[in-house]
């Protein structure tokens, strides 16, 4: 649920790791101007990826969010005593607000993320079904009570990945400021549907790389540095 825009200035943009890659299979420039190429390519790609999900029809969507919501729960595992970060629904992201009720009957807690400045990282606050909830930025329904904390496990929704469990968010930063402030012990789960999986992303430093990506055909775990 980041902003549908690219970096902002006050973002530094780092060197891209583009040199691993061969330029001319990317399609892409071979001078300095490659990582202005990297962010045409990603407001390109998500804006189609953004409209494939939104075309999917409601019977296979709800089926895809069963599956997706199965499949989430097997990979976080026991939950009570733990804080679980879900968000929600935006632009046709998967709808986890069944996670959340199942998280809560199971004696965990789950939190929704809140921007509460461009630019800097996001806040977590705890809520739980029944919570009184008011508009936030970009209309996201956010918690009314300001209660943050600090999750266990953040789950985050993608607009596209690679199988190297790097997200294509919305442009903005916000996740990748928030996991860069956490500590290193937090697990990150992606979740988007099947076909949001690309070939890359074309990483730079400042993305982070979740610990896995779950989808309604699977889970892709990222493999060991």
């Known amino acids: 649920m980041d902003i549908d825009d690219d970096i902002p200035p006050t973002f530094a943009s780092p060197p891209c790791l583009m040199h691993e890659l061969d330029p001319a299979?990317?399609?892409?420039?071979?001078?300095?101007?490659?990582?202005?190429?990297?962010?045409?390519?990603?407001?390109?790609?998500?804006?189609?990826?953004?409209?494939?999900r939104l075309a999917i029809s409601p019977d296979l969507r709800a089926a895809c969010e069963a599956q997706i919501v199965s499949r989430l729960l097997a990979e976080i595992?026991?939950?009570?005593?733990?804080?679980?970060?879900?968000?929600?629904?935006?632009?046709?992201?998967?709808?986890?607000?069944?996670?959340?009720r199942q998280i809560a009957d199971?004696?965990?807690?789950?939190?929704?993320?809140?921007v509460v400045e461009k630019g800097q990282p996001l806040e977590f606050r705890i809520w739980r079904p029944g919570d009184k909830l008011v508009r936030g930025i970009w209309n996201i329904p956010v918690p009314a009570r300001p209660v943050s904390c600090t999750p266990d496990i953040v789950v985050a929704p993608v607009v596209g990945f690679d199988p190297?469990?790097?997200?294509?968010?919305?442009?903005?930063?916000?996740?990748?400021?928030?996991?860069?402030?956490?500590?290193?012990?937090?697990?990150?789960?992606?979740?988007?549907?099947?076909?949001?999986r690309i070939r890359t992303i074309y990483p730079q430093a400042h993305d982070i790389r979740m610990d896995a990506v779950v989808t309604e055909s699977g889970t892709d775990h990222a493999s060991v540095r």
């Open 25 to 52: 299979y990317a399609g892409l420039s071979s001078d300095r101007s490659i990582c202005a190429d990297v962010r045409r390519w990603r407001t390109s790609e998500r804006a189609r990826l953004i409209a494939q």
């Open 77 to 100: 595992g026991p939950v009570r005593g733990r804080v679980v970060s879900v968000y929600w629904p935006f632009r046709g992201e998967p709808d986890l607000r069944p996670l959340i």
């Open 164 to 196: 190297s469990c790097y997200r294509l968010g919305y442009g903005g930063g916000y996740y990748d400021r928030t996991l860069a402030a956490m500590a290193a012990t937090r697990r990150v789960l992606g979740v988007g549907f099947a076909q949001s």
């Open 106 to 114: 199971d004696g965990g807690r789950c939190a929704l993320p809140v």
